[in-house]
Nanobody
Framework: QVQLVESGGGLVQAGASLRLSCAAS????????MGWFRQAPGKEREFVAS????????SYGDSMKGQFTISSDNANNTVYLQIHSLESEDTAVYYC????????????????WGQGTQITVSS
């Protein structure tokens, strides 16, 4: 069993930056691929980025690279998502998830999910 807990969301003004954290726990957590998704009201869940625990491989969703940076901290079992230049269109619930196989770009690839953290961007 894997537990994922996201933090770092909040209400920010347009142009701000945020760093989200995902604390992972459970047996053999380092065998999983970790990913970030987001879901805006009335929209489907959208792939943002994924990473292997050693940080050796990363993958980003279309149009995500440049604004989003995913990273991992092996020692602390934490995955981060750095977000720059937030805009109102980035308002969504951001989820951390764990998958068995690389590159895991679809929500269907993931078997464990966190509860999500809300980001609201005011213009």
């Amino acid at each position: 069993q894997v537990q994922l807990v996201e933090s770092g969301g909040g209400l920010v003004q347009a142009g701000a930056s945020l760093r989200l954290s995902c604390a992972a726990s459970g047996r053999t957590i380092d065998r999983y691929v970790m990913g970030w998704f987001r879901q805006a009201p009335g929209k489907e869940r959208e792939f943002v980025a994924s990473i292997t625990w050693d940080g050796g491989m990363t993958s980003y969703g279309d149009s995500m690279k440049g604004q989003f940076t995913i990273s991992s901290d092996n020692a602390n079992n934490t995955v981060y998502l750095q977000i720059h230049s937030l805009e109102s269109e980035d308002t969504a619930v951001y989820y951390c998830a764990a998958a068995h196989r690389w590159p895991a770009v679809s929500a269907l690839d993931y078997i464990y999910w966190g509860q999500g953290t809300q980001i609201t961007v005011s213009s």
